[in-house]
């Protein structure tokens, strides 16, 4: 069994595995989780909303594709995309490499940001982790 990244502390989760890393009170950076690279496997497509698209929070905003399966990748919180990560675009695999960092997939303007409030901490995302990995182990 391959060893997961660790959460990051200054990152929230959900718990369809998205983070987002708050850059100040009002943007945040957002990507996939290193258990959701792990469980999806090698990521060859992404589907990101363009820059000005209106998210809201826990909905749908676009697609990974990997060699296993499509699955959908929501918005943490609501907001406005300011940014995608064009070289995770270009390169799926970085998402894969380096979830955390590389690899992220967009820049939102958050609209609510006591939206954050309702996502997990790293402590608890990483209890949720634990939890999910001793029902289903590989």
């Known amino acids: 069994m391959r060893v997961l990244k660790k959460a990051l502390q200054e990152y929230k989760y959900t718990q369809e595995h998205e983070w987002i890393c708050p850059e100040s009170s009002e943007k945040g950076k957002l990507g996939l989780t290193d258990y959701a690279q792990a469980q999806l496997g090698d990521i060859v497509f992404l589907d990101l909303p363009a820059p000005g698209t209106q998210v809201e929070q826990f909905g749908k905003m676009g697609e990974i594709e990997s060699v296993k399966a499509v699955s959908d990748l929501f918005a ?12 995770a675009i270009d390169e799926p695999k970085l998402v894969n490499e380096d979830p955390y960092k590389t690899g992220w997939l967009v820049k939102l303007e958050l609209s609510k940001p006591s939206e954050l409030e309702a996502l997990m901490n790293s402590d608890e995302y990483e209890k949720f982790v634990a ?5 289903n182990p590989e």
């Open 131 to 135: 939890k999910l990995r001793e029902e």
């Open 76 to 87: 943490p919180v609501s907001g406005r995309v300011l940014e995608v990560n064009q070289a």
